[in-house]
């Protein structure tokens, strides 16, 4: 299941384009193997923030078993990687130094582990009064590049050369990693000790990570193809020299939001648990979930984003964004 999109931008260089390039390859990919799959979640260009540093993961994969990170390069010509771990790029029969992508993509599997362990209480809660938590789970992390460059095999250590992979075989090294089996076997594979999540753990765990996702400047999503919404024109007077009026854009719609018990619109609390973002109502003390159909096209496909103190409704359907609080 595709739970976020490649956000696309407008490169300022050649290699920008092709690095955005090679990041659209991989979601094509993962988009046909996995949109249909609600055991395995993708996240393209995630952003986040935890403990004053910041990360950026091209593709992320939540599974039952754990997770895989996804490092995309756009690399024209030849590769190679000594015994040090040094990875060096040839381009026009120059050859230089690069920075490694493993080491980039361990980085930012440690901050994320971080975050996730930091907030496993409210995200996973407890089962059979026992915490629950990210412990023994898989954590994997491949290097996907471009289907045309030039990998030397022979040279380059093992432990390297298992995370490097050229896209077209990404698929194949994904159900590799993950080694998915029959899903009603589980409970019962004593060769297979690896602990699990439910599905319901999966659910809240893709969402935790939607709403810790940092946007950037606006941007434009691959997914959205409607057109974009006409600008309306203040009507208010020109001055007597015939200058344009001031233009000025859709205002974001307003969800209602209101405590399902009472019916109370105002005395409330935000908050996050383990099935997402909801509202505690402080008149009558009931929880009534964030999420709810779109007001524009009463779609449930809708989810629940944070950004500082204020709530948004993303509609997947028609990509109309609601305010909440």
């Known amino acids: 299941m595709i739970l976020k999109g490649k956000t696309l931008q407008n490169p300022t260089s050649p290699q920008a ?32 923030t935890f403990n004053d540093e910041t990360a950026q993961i091209d593709h992320l994969i939540v599974y039952p078993y754990g997770f895989v990170l996804l490092e995309s390069k756009s690399i024209k ?60 789970r898989c954590w994997d992390h491949i290097c996907v590049v471009s289907s045309d460059t030039v990998i030397d095999r022979n040279t380059m250590p093992k432990a390297v050369s298992d995370k490097l992979v050229k896209s077209e075989f990404l698929v194949d090294k994904l159900h590799k990693i993950m080694k998915l089996g029959n899903k009603l076997l589980r409970k019962v594979n004593v060769y297979d000790t690896r602990p699990y999540f439910n ?30 919404e006409p600008i309306q024109h203040s009507q208010t007077n020109t001055t007597s ?17 209101s405590c399902k018990n009472c019916v109370e619109s105002t005395n409330y609390t935000p908050m996050y648990g383990k099935f997402g973002y909801y509202i505690k109502c402080n008149h009558c003390s009931k929880n009534t979930p964030m999420k709810q159909n779109c007001p524009q096209c009463q779609s449930k496909n809708t989810k629940v984003q944070k950004r500082k103190e204020t709530y948004t409704l993303h509609c997947q359907d028609c990509s109309v964004e609601s305010q909440l609080i």
């Open 17 to 48: 384009s092709a690095g955005q390039k090679q990041e659209q390859n991989v979601a094509f990919f993962l988009r046909r193997a996995f949109k249909d799959n609600p055991e395995i979640l993708v996240i393209n260009d995630f952003k986040f």
């Open 199 to 228: 599905q319901q753990e999966l659910d809240s765990i893709g969402d935790f990570i939607l709403s810790q996702h940092i946007d950037g400047n606006r941007q434009i999503s691959e997914e959205v193809n409607k057109a974009p």
């Open 241 to 257: 020299n015939n200058s344009v009026p001031i233009a000025e854009t859709q205002p974001t719609a307003q969800a209602n939001l």
């Open 77 to 136: 010509g030849h590769i190679k990687v000594n015994q040090q771990g040094e990875w060096t790029r040839s381009y026009n029969n120059q050859w230089s130094g690069m920075p490694s992508p493993i080491k980039q993509v361990e980085l930012q599997q440690a901050l994320l582990k971080n975050l996730l362990a930091h907030h496993r209480q409210e995200i996973l809660g407890k089962f059979l009064g026992i915490k629950q938590g990210f412990g023994g």
